[in-house]
């Protein structure tokens, strides 16, 4: 699997319907993709899943989205490493475009296969910007899904998700 998917941190994917539009304001209102501009400021204690996904609320909202159902792209394990929930599962059917207007999956199957769209140009935040990252001069993002490249909860072993995303 590339490296594309594995860029996705609190990468968030509205469940609403798509307008190809052109002006700066109705793109922002058909995002529906983006990377975090910035966390929450507790590492990866994000508040669990409903306090990630307030986060992107907060973060698209600021940025002019009118959507109201964000969800970020985070997976999450049972105790004991039981199945939890599949950031697959979380985020809609797609297609998802980002905050220029420019389609980065499909469908669920697009957005984990390598045909995918996302990349430095396209994986973008809320504003629209590019996120600094490996092989630029400064990395400021780290990126945690708790996930594999299929969007399913990982079974890599040990604490893949910071005790649910509970944890610094």
Known sequence: MTDRIRT????????????LTISAQAQQDS?????TSV??????D?????GADAHCQALAQAAGSTKTN??????????GGAAG????????????????????AKSVEDLHSDSNNINKQTALTEKGET???????????????GSDP???????????????????
């Open 46 to 50: 994000l508040g669990g899943l409903a």
């Open 8 to 19: 996705l941190l609190l990468t968030a994917i509205a469940l609403t319907g798509l307008d």
């Open 70 to 79: 964000w969800h970020a792209y985070l997976s999450t394990t049972e105790p």
């Open 131 to 145: 996120v600094s990252g490996r092989g630029d001069p400064v990395n400021m993002h780290d990126i945690l899904t």
């Open 85 to 104: 929930v599949n950031a697959r599962d979380r985020i809609g059917k797609g297609p998802w475009q980002n905050a220029k207007g420019v389609v980065v």
């Open 31 to 35: 995002m529906s993709f983006f990377v």
């Open 150 to 168: 299929q969007g399913l909860y990982s079974t890599a072993g040990s604490d893949t998700t910071c005790g649910n995303w509970t944890k610094t």
């Open 39 to 44: 966390g929450k400021g507790n590492g990866a």
